[in-house]
């Protein structure tokens, strides 16, 4: 089964804490995305990376950080930095450049204790 | 300034009928728009892309028309369903804070009444 898994499904981060979500894909895909997705707001990207041990800031990386050693995996930390970190995180990957055809996963929901 | 707008309130119809949502965008010049569903709590699933130089896609119940001269996409659902309500979101590729990618609406939400 090809496809694009983020976990946990809900987290919870206390005042403070850097929190780690998980995103892995199986689809060999060289370009990964996160986003953010706030209620009657578009999907706002945080960071995105088109090729392994590379990744540039989207419109809103404050607060946030990534990393992309592998192919398979790009986790996203939301560090004590990002204030208002409440929100749905989107991982998303596509074959090539960011101009094609978007695969979601499921989500995770962060919420702030 | 650059927007994409879809309607925020939600769109109510009856079983059987057609439902279509509307994508307007302002400042852009995309190559391609695309359609795209979500659940509530799920992640977006693509549905269909149409190229600046297509005038409309069709997939089984779905069509999508794409207007570069009014700067807007229509997404037609016919005979629509139950199972169809969701949030539909249009997506184009736009050049934005000094780089490539896609843009997203905020989506309009779909309910389908029995």
């Known amino acids: 089964d090809g496809g694009i898994t983020q976990s946990p499904k809900y987290l919870f981060r206390k005042e403070g804490q850097n929190v780690t979500l998980s995103c892995e894909q199986n689809l060999n895909h060289d370009a990964m995305y996160w986003y953010r997705q706030d209620p009657g707001q578009g999907l706002r990207l945080i960071y995105y990376s088109h090729i392994v041990n590379d990744f540039q800031k989207g419109d809103i990386a404050e607060g946030y950080s990534v990393s992309r050693e592998k192919k398979e995996s790009f986790p996203l930390t939301v560090t004590s930095a990002q204030k208002n970190p409440t929100a749905f995180y989107l991982c998303a990957s596509s074959i090539s450049v960011a101009r094609e055809t978007q695969y979601f996963g499921p989500g995770t929901r962060l919420l702030v204790l | 300034s650059q927007k994409i707008e879809q309607n925020s309130e939600a769109l109510n119809i009856q079983e059987g009928k057609t439902a279509t949502l509307t994508c307007n965008y302002t400042n852009y010049s995309p190559a391609y728009l695309q359609w795209y569903r979500q659940d509530p709590g799920r992640g977006p699933v693509f549905l269909l892309l149409?190229?600046?130089?297509?005038k409309e896609k069709r997939k089984e119940r779905l069509k999508v028309t794409f207007d570069t001269t009014l700067k807007q996409s229509l997404f037609h659902i016919t005979a629509s369903q139950p199972a169809d309500s969701a949030t539909y979101l249009c997506?184009?590729?736009?050049?934005?804070?000094?780089?490539?990618?896609?843009?997203f609406g905020a989506g309009t939400r779909l309910a389908v009444h029995p």
């Open positions: 997506a184009l590729d736009g050049f934005s804070g000094g780089y490539n990618k896609l843009i």
């Open positions: 149409i190229r600046e130089n297509e």
